[in-house]
């Protein structure tokens, strides 16, 4: 299985940023797997954004719920994220991961990709 992340690496604040993981060599609707979402801020810890399940249903990290969005495209194996009203302390490395349900394991990763909210 692998993940990629795609989208720009500059937002500027107050924008929405949006970011897509492409999944290949496994489908995005596989029974107990969660797609996953997690930040690293420069510096500090991973953070646990929020995922989307094989079926669909969202979760979010509280912290961030009111203005963090999930969604999917399964034609394409694609998941997103969408954050709006961003500042710079959203500036992160923003990785897609999948979670196996099964195992309870972040298994596999995307490389990551840096997002710097700047004006």
């Known amino acids: 299985v692998q993940l990629q992340e795609s989208g720009p690496g500059l937002v500027k604040p107050s924008q929405t940023l949006s970011l897509t993981c492409s999944v290949s060599g496994g489908s995005i609707t596989t029974y107990d797997y969660y797609w996953t979402w997690i930040r690293q801020p420069p510096g500090k810890g991973l953070e646990w954004m929020g995922n989307i399940a094989h079926s669909g249903s969202t979760y979010y990290s509280p912290s961030l719920k009111s203005r963090t969005s999930i969604s999917r495209d399964t034609s394409s194996n694609q998941f997103t994220l969408q954050m709006s009203s961003v500042t710079p302390e959203d500036t992160a490395v923003y990785y897609c991961?999948?979670?196996?349900?099964?195992?309870?394991?972040?298994?596999?990763w995307g490389k990551g990709t840096l997002v710097t909210v700047s004006s």
């Open positions: 991961v999948r979670h196996s349900g099964s195992s309870y394991e972040l298994d596999y």
